[in-house]
């Protein structure tokens, strides 16, 4: 293994072993290129006390390797989403079999229960067991019971029940953007607090895509906005053996999603609903036609809340603002706010802010009604006022970066104003 001094020596501007300018503490690379070849040596690096972020750039490959992460303020961000892969087969009942029932290791990344403030970014994690043995039995990619969990563009895939397992109970609050989740029963099961945007969801079985677990505090709640699902002939969206409040907002379901509203399971270990049938709807669709029971109905919600009112920030009632304080790890710039394509922008004193890339040294503004957007501003700022706009108009704007000397193109986002 290559030894590299204590994290707290390191800069955050790392030189050895990876590239000039990168803004990262660690470097992974399984061809021995980098700090460290596997994900597990670098974790184990860092300070079990460590309160300070650090970040862990993973190179292009595949690790083969089971992630135990029981650090706090760490990120594992892949340098490339689809070519950065943490591949693990393990079946649940393997694993607990053999070490005195205990969940702690059954999943292919696993995050300790007192680890706080994770981000997983920019890769794809597989737990391939089911493909391998031919069983969709419980394998997890994530499993874990820390709380302010950030996954932010990534491919999130197994081969069985219960992909993404965050269960915290008391306290766990999670926020996922720009994801593809795919597996089988329950495949996407929050406890606690949690919010999905921007995200695909792809089931293979006929008994539920999402699953909630919020019987510790009326307040929890699964919030899932801008999101498509799709899955085999007849997939069900959802179930809960225990209390739970889930949110649909600005959703599409693909024509194979079964006519079959959110449902108590016939089970041993289901329990009745102590707070009643709590599953709302705003502007859902489905291919093909809709269902009378994803209708809009906030209304009945607690607070009556309105579809605009319901955010990150919102779902999580002040304990957590993720999108406000997310960190510049990825790659690209990210997050616009407004969020793209959204409408009813109040015209006055607009601010429009994102989240920049790691490696950024300026950015360059583009925002005009057109769909070239012209350069407005060169600034070190993620945040710029935009000032007074017209009426019911579409606006575009893009972020380009300089990155390294270089000027990256940013992606061209849209909203429009009231």
């Not at 008994?207 to 007849?234: E, L, M, T």
């Not at 380009?400 to 104003?417: A, M, R, S, Y």
Request: aromatic share 12%; with cysteine.
């Amino acid at each position: 293994m290559n030894r590299i001094a204590p994290i707290f020596a390191l800069l955050v501007l790392c030189s050895a072993g990876g590239t000039a300018g990168e803004r990262a503490q660690i470097i992974v690379a399984a061809d021995g290129s980098g700090m460290f070849r596997t994900i597990q040596d670098a974790l184990n690096s860092i300070p079990r006390n460590n309160a300070s972020p650090v970040i862990i750039l993973i190179k292009k490959g595949t690790y083969h390797e089971k992630v135990f992460i029981e650090r706090s303020f760490i990120t594992l961000v892949g340098e490339d989403r689809d070519s950065t892969r943490i591949v693990y087969a393990e079946l649940r009942e393997n694993w607990t079999k053999s070490h005195n029932w205990s969940d702690w290791g059954s999943g292919v990344v696993n995050i300790d229960s007192l680890s706080t403030d994770i981000v997983l970014a920019n890769l794809t994690i597989h737990n391939n067991y089911g493909s391998l043995y031919h069983t969709a039995a419980h394998q997890f990619a994530i499993r874990g019971n820390g709380t302010r969990v950030m996954i932010l563009y990534c491919n999130v895939m197994a081969d069985g029940n219960d992909t993404v397992s965050l269960w915290n109970r008391a306290n766990g609050l999670y926020y996922h953007a720009n994801c593809y989740f795919e597996g089988h029963v329950d495949y996407v099961c929050p406890r606690g607090w949690c919010y999905i945007t921007d995200s695909k969801f792809y089931g293979h079985n006929l008994s539920a895509s999402i699953w909630h677990d919020g019987r510790f505090d009326r307040d929890q709640k699964f919030v899932i906005r801008y999101s498509s699902f799709d899955g085999v002939p007849n997939f069900p969206l959802g179930r809960h053996h225990r209390d739970a409040q889930i949110y649909l907002l600005d959703c599409i379901f693909s024509r194979t999603m079964a006519d079959r509203p959110i449902y108590l399971p016939v089970s041993p270990n289901a329990e009745v609903w102590k707070w009643g049938t709590r599953h709302y709807f705003y502007n859902c669709h489905r291919e093909g036609g809709d269902y009378d029971w994803f209708a809009d109905n906030l209304s009945e919600a607690d607070g009556s809340p309105k579809a605009e009112q319901i955010s990150a920030q919102w779902t999580f009632a002040g304990r957590w603002d993720p999108e406000g304080t997310m960190p510049s790890v990825l790659p690209f710039v990210s997050q616009p706010a407004p969020r793209s394509g959204s409408y009813k922008i109040p015209r006055e004193n607009l601010m429009v802010n994102w989240v920049p890339s790691r490696n950024v040294s300026t950015s360059l503004v583009h925002f005009s009604k057109n769909g070239n957007p012209e350069f407005v501003a060169n600034q070190k700022e993620h945040i710029f006022k935009v000032g007074a706009l017209e009426p019911k108009t579409t606006y575009y704007w893009r972020i380009d970066e300089i990155v390294n000397q270089d000027t990256v193109k940013g992606p061209l986002w849209h909203f429009t104003t009231k």
